[in-house]
């Protein structure tokens, strides 16, 4: 039974704003239609600024095309220990090792409070591996920023 109330629907009348006699309307973008105003005021797009000798040998305010790379302080590491459903994100420097990612993410898991809960938080009793079908583990000694990858997985080592 249709109420005497006006409704504001897709093929309706709006509905009139009683207090200041002013029809509301919603936004057109809410219905999927494109307001006719912004199509006609400008049909391309604005583009920034750009240097475009950014590479022509100039040093442009501390870039020079000789320097080195810039190596990063920090690596963003994310290990999966067996068992687990996630992984360990983990904040380390590149020169640091193997070792010590194992150490660190053996701790950051523990303090986490992840579950299943470790038989040991000895880092000598797990294996880094590049994932968990890699057979070989990583060498304790190599540093983090020659194994080329950011995502390992942690086993326990079988004795």
């Known amino acids: 039974m249709p109420t005497s109330k006006s409704t504001n629907r897709k093929g ?3 509905e009139k704003n009683r207090s200041k006699g002013k029809f509301i309307e919603e936004p057109s973008s809410f219905h999927g ?3 006719v105003t912004t199509m006609s005021t400008s049909s391309q797009i604005r583009r920034p600024k750009t240097l475009p000798d950014l590479l022509s040998g100039k040093t442009v305010s ?3 095309p000789d320097a ?3 190596r990063p302080t ?3 590491l994310k290990v999966t220990i067996q068992g687990s459903v996630g992984p360990v994100q983990v904040l380390m420097s590149p020169e640091s090792t193997v070792c010590d990612l194992v ?3 053996l701790r950051q898991y523990s303090k986490e409070g992840r579950r299943p809960i470790l038989p040991s938080t000895d880092p000598s009793a797990f294996g880094l591996h590049y994932s968990q079908f890699s057979l070989e583990s990583l060498d304790r000694e190599e540093k983090l920023m020659e194994l080329g990858s950011r995502n390992f997985f942690i086993c326990c080592q079988k004795k």
Request: aromatic content about 6%; proline content about 17%.
């Open 103 to 105: 150490a660190a993410a």
């Open 12 to 14: 309706q009348e709006p």
């Open 62 to 64: 501390g870039f020079s």
């Open 33 to 35: 239609r494109i307001p």
């Open 68 to 70: 080195k790379p810039l």
């Open 74 to 76: 920090k690596l963003l």
